[in-house]
């Protein structure tokens, strides 16, 4: 089964990041796309603009965040792209660049993606 994980962009790659996929919509302050050795950018997987702003990284709605979240990735045929990603490389990294690592949209991403490898 693939091996998917979640990290920072700002943090450095490494080998062991497999296939690197910024899962962002927006493009990370401070990253010159030159230097974010990324493999793909997944706009698409992203919170709607509605969402990431109603959501705002406020602790306090990240249970209905999350709910809201899954339901758009639903019908996403991102998720599909990130699936095959993982298949195709085995190790699959998606990339986020919110401060905040126990309140964010990769987190969600994540589960969902390990969710649909099962």
């Not at 962002?24 to 493999?39: H, M, S, V």
């Not at 705002?56 to 998720?79: C, G, I, Q, R, V």
């Amino acid at each position: 089964m693939p091996s998917v994980h979640i990290k920072r962009i700002y943090d450095p790659a490494e080998k062991t990041d497999g296939f690197r996929v910024l899962v962002d919509r927006l493009w990370p302050r401070g990253i010159k796309k030159e230097e974010a050795e990324l493999d793909a950018w997944a706009k698409n997987a992203a919170p709607s603009p509605e969402l990431r702003k109603w959501f705002n990284h406020d602790p306090e709605k990240w249970t209905e965040f999350s709910k809201k979240y899954k339901a758009e990735l639903k019908d996403n045929e991102a998720l599909s792209d990130l699936l095959r990603y993982a298949e195709e490389n085995k190790i699959l990294t998606l990339l986020y660049a919110a401060k905040d690592e126990k309140h964010n949209h990769a987190l969600v991403l994540l589960d969902v993606v390990k969710k649909k490898l099962k």
